[in-house]
């Protein structure tokens, strides 16, 4: 847990982090884009995410060569706890990129995905959250 907090101090501190662009918040509004969003989520990310976006199984423990393993993003972990513009740059720069010596498994995908693509995964994301969840990570998002 700390170091996520330690993750989120950075990303708010990093001047280069700044985005131009503001499309957020991300809804669940529209069903073509979830559609869209799970097509690049099986594609990508469900083999550590698992297909039903459970993560990993006992995801808290460390894998078999000392990495923490991929946590659900069903909003049953802390996903919903992040903004649209964090949950946004994870995926899109990986935490590799963003957090210094970073020494874990989840790499950027812009290369392979572009901004739609990604707000889209995350409508899907979305689209397995409870309706508090997802409220609550909406009004994050607008700030
Ligand atoms: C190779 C395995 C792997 C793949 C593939 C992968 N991830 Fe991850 N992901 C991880 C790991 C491991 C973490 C935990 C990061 C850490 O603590 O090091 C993570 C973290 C995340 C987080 C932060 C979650 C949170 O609750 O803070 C998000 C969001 C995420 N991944 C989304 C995605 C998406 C979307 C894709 C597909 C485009 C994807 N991941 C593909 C392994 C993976």
């Known amino acids: 847990m700390r170091k996520v907090f330690l993750i989120l101090v950075f990303l708010f501190s990093y001047p280069e982090n700044?985005?131009?662009?503001?499309?957020?918040?991300?809804?669940?509004d529209s069903e073509?884009?979830?559609f869209k969003g799970k097509k690049l989520y099986k594609q990508y990310c469900a083999s550590c995410h698992q297909s039903n976006l459970s993560g990993a199984v006992n995801w808290k423990s460390l894998d078999n060569d000392g990495h923490r393993k991929a946590p659900p993003l069903n909003g049953t972990g802390h996903t919903w706890h992040h903004s649209d513009e964090i949950l946004h740059k994870i995926i899109k720069y990986g935490l590799a990129k963003l957090v210094k010596n970073y020494e874990g498994k989840m790499y950027g995908?812009?290369?392979?995905i572009d901004?739609?693509?990604?707000?889209?995964?995350?409508?899907?994301?979305?689209?397995?959250?409870?309706?508090?969840n997802y409220k609550y990570q909406i009004s994050l998002s607008k700030k």
Do not use: M, V
Request: glycine share 6%; charged share 20%; hydrophobic share 30%.
């Open 18 to 28: 700044s985005f131009a662009s503001n499309h957020y918040p991300i809804t669940r």
């Open 32 to 34: 073509i884009n979830i």
């Open 109 to 112: 995908y812009g290369d392979k």
């Open 115 to 132: 901004d739609q693509g990604i707000d889209n995964i995350l409508s899907y994301i979305k689209s397995y959250w409870n309706e508090e």
